[in-house]
């Protein structure tokens, strides 16, 4: 079986790791390099997401919108304290405790981790996780309840960050993977 057949979780994938398991080596190939997949996926998100708030805020804040796309689409710096179209600002710690938590459940699943998609699924929102909460932890008032960097602005649309989109393609991403019935673990399964 090809790495590809594993990667996207085919039947004979599935098949081949019950397989090993139950030949009783008790380890399955390539859980080690779909880790490292996850982490550089997540270290890139970030990094990017970490990046683009540090020049958008050096550059743009207290300016006015720049036209990207006409009016279609702006890049103008806002804080917000909520999470997306401003909902919940008075709730900043438990955004702040969400993304904690979100943290230790990938943290968890990293370790069955046996599924290339699923890697970079869980580094998508790995990476976003650690860029809000970057932005909870050390952007002003503090405390846990710093108000995120949202700079992305399309027309008639919440304003959001790189790590906002990042979130989003690892959920969208996760939804796909569950519906074809692949497991984080690489099985496949049919319901």
């Known amino acids: 079986m090809t790495e590809a057949e594993q990667a996207i979780g085919t039947p004979e994938a599935g098949k081949a790791e019950e397989g090993a398991a139950a030949s009783g080596d008790g380890a399955r190939p390539g859980r080690g390099r779909r880790v490292a997949v996850l982490l550089a996926v997540a270290a890139f998100a970030y990094l990017i997401d970490l990046g683009s708030k540090l020049l958008v805020v050096a550059k743009l804040e207290h300016h006015d919108a720049v036209d990207v796309i006409g009016t279609w689409l702006q890049f103008k710096v806002i804080r917000n304290k909520g ?21 230790v459940v990938i943290a968890r699943l990293a370790r069955k981790l046996y599924s290339l998609p699923w890697a970079i699924a869980l580094g998508l929102l790995l990476g976003g996780a650690f860029g809000n909460l970057t932005d909870r932890v050390f952007r002003a008032p503090g405390g846990l309840q710093g108000a995120v960097v949202d700079f992305i602005a399309p027309r008639n649309y919440a304003v959001f960050n790189l790590a906002d989109s990042a979130i989003v393609c690892g959920g969208i991403l996760i939804v796909i993977l569950s519906f074809r019935g692949l497991d984080p673990d690489g099985t496949v399964h049919k319901d």
Do not use: L
């Not at 997306?84 to 904690?100: P, Q």
């Open 83 to 103: 999470a997306a179209f401003g909902f919940g600002e008075a709730m900043t710690i438990v955004f702040t405790v969400i993304a904690v938590g979100v943290i």
